[in-house]
């Protein structure tokens, strides 16, 4: 299978697609979309080394910018006829201020959300010629809010509230494409996963330093897993067949007692109306021409 993971240069992205890399004979071929070339090439030279499947490749792109989006889109889609799956992860996680980002908006609204909006819909052609069904699996979690009145988090900010609003605009965004795939046969899967145990990732590199000796305490005691262990739980995610995925899509799932069990969904995230409004708004956000005709044509399909 042809995968895209996006933020996999560390942690969850990173175990995925290491994973990935090594199972079912080395067959999956791994795409890493990645801010830093650097890193994305260690990354490779790792992954190979470790795994030995010699398809893993990079493409760049900030996804506090959305010009590097639409050029990743464009070498995406020179380079690839299909994907089979994508992984929507890359996320920014502490910060210690509100960063703005060049297209003037949160960094944690662009980059956990609305970039990946955009890559989103400019991919699902890509996804619909999976011949075994395409997949876009999207990493989030159960708390959070859209601060309709301030969603770039100008007169109130704080990082978790902006990592949360990211969580559940992803929540929503995967409940109207799904709503957009139901009448298609569900051509592709839209799955959202919450891990069920924290990871040990990057984050703990970049947090301050009183909460880095709290996670280390908690990590003596259990509390995490390895973005390793975290790739082996999400793995069939990605390869199952196309009738499992089919049945988990539209849906917010966890991994608990060796199982992928459903999570309910908060009413808000359910409600037509408002992920309308979320659409609406991140594709007045987006002010690509593009991306907005991509939209007119799925809305006009069903
Ligand atoms: N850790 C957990 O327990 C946990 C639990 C639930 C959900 N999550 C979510 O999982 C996702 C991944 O987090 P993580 O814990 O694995 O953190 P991480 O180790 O910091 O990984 C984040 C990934 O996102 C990439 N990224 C950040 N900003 C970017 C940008 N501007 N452009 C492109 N890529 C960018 C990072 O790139 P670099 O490698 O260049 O930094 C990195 O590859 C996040 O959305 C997080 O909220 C994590």
Same mark, same amino acid.
């Given at each position: 299978m042809k995968i895209l993971v996006t933020g996999g240069t560390n942690g969850m992205g990173k175990g995925v697609a290491k994973v990935l890399a090594s199972i079912d004979n080395q067959g999956h071929e791994i795409i890493i979309l990645c801010r830093s070339k650097e890193l994305g090439e260690a990354t490779i030279e790792e992954l190979e080394?470790?795994? #030995?499947?010699?398809?893993?490749?990079? =493409?760049?792109?900030? *996804?506090?910018?959305? +010009? %590097? =989006?639409?050029?990743?889109?464009? %070498?995406? &889609?020179?380079?690839? !006829?299909?994907?089979? /799956? =994508?992984?929507?992860?890359? @996320? *920014?996680?502490? /910060?210690?201020?509100?960063?703005? !980002?060049?297209? @003037? #908006?949160? +960094?944690?609204? &662009? =980059?956990?959300?609305? +970039?990946q909006f955009m890559l989103t819909l400019n991919i699902l052609d890509l996804l619909e010629k999976s011949e075994v069904g395409g997949r876009i699996i999207?990493?989030?979690?159960?708390? @959070?809010?859209?601060f309709w009145d301030d969603m770039q988090m100008e007169n109130k900010w704080g990082y978790e509230e902006g990592i949360h609003q990211g969580m559940v605009a992803k929540r929503m965004f995967l409940r109207k494409l799904h709503n957009l795939y139901k009448d298609k046969e569900n051509k592709v899967s839209f799955i959202g996963f919450q891990i069920s145990k924290i990871v040990w990732t990057n984050q703990i590199?970049?947090?301050p330093a009183y909460m880095r000796i709290m996670a280390t305490v908690m990590k003596f005691f259990g509390k995490f897993i390895t973005m390793e262990e975290a790739g082996k739980i999400m793995a069939p995610l990605f390869?199952?067949? &196309?009738e499992e995925t089919k049945k988990k899509s539209g849906k917010f799932i966890t991994w608990k007692n060796n199982e992928f069990i459903d999570i309910e969904e908060d009413p808000s995230v359910l409600d037509e109306k408002l992920q309308d409004k979320l659409w609406n708004i +991140?594709?007045?956000?987006? @002010?690509?021409?593009?991306?907005?005709?991509?939209?007119k044509t799925l809305l006009l399909s069903v």
């Open positions: 080394k470790d795994t #030995m499947n010699n398809k893993i490749s990079i =493409v760049l792109c900030d *996804l506090t910018k959305l +010009s %590097e =989006v639409k050029k990743a889109i464009i %070498e995406i &889609q020179r380079k690839h !006829t299909f994907l089979d /799956a =994508v992984f929507i992860n890359a @996320g *920014l996680g502490y /910060a210690a201020k509100r960063i703005e !980002t060049e297209d @003037g #908006m949160d +960094s944690h609204f &662009q =980059v956990n959300y609305l +970039s999207f990493n989030t979690t159960e708390e @959070g809010e859209i590199n970049i947090i390869n199952e067949a &196309q +991140s594709l007045d956000l987006c @002010g690509d021409d593009r991306t907005k005709e991509i939209s």
